[in-house]
Nanobody
Framework: QVQLVESGGGLVQPGGSLRLSCAAS????????VAWYRQAPGKQRDLVAR???????NYADSVKGRFTISRDNAKETVYLQMSSLKPEDTAVYYC?????????WGQGTQVTVSS
């Protein structure tokens, strides 16, 4: 019954910025860990960043210092602010919500970094 609505993907030049959003509904949001994953063609889906229900965060080494994950419980939305983007960041980005009642995935949004 839970749906994750993603937005913010697109085409950006190297060095540019994008802000991804993942919106969820229902009281389960406040009890959930939310993560961003990404998958490039021919490669496995890898964890990019994670934020727990208590607000703690962690990041993949490849994005530390460039990406920031945050959550707004009032809006039931998680954000991924991406700066200093590189061509290697090109991938489909997925929102993943882990709750005591189940795991849910967004539909994925394409991020392309190219000059």
């Amino acid at each position: 019954q839970v749906q994750l609505v993603e937005s913010g993907g697109g085409l950006v030049q190297p060095g540019g910025s994008l802000r991804l959003s993942c919106a969820a509904s229902g009281s389960i949001f406040r009890l959930s860990t939310v993560a961003w994953y990404r998958q490039a063609p021919g490669k496995q889906r890898d964890l990019v960043a994670r934020v727990t229900n208590s607000g703690s965060t962690n990041y993949a080494d490849s994005v530390k210092g460039r990406f920031t994950i945050s959550r707004d419980n009032a809006k039931e939305t998680v954000y991924l602010q991406m700066s200093s983007l590189k061509p290697e960041d090109t991938a489909v980005y997925y929102c993943n919500l882990i709750s005591p009642w189940g795991d849910y995935w967004g539909q994925g949004t394409q991020v392309t970094v190219s000059s």
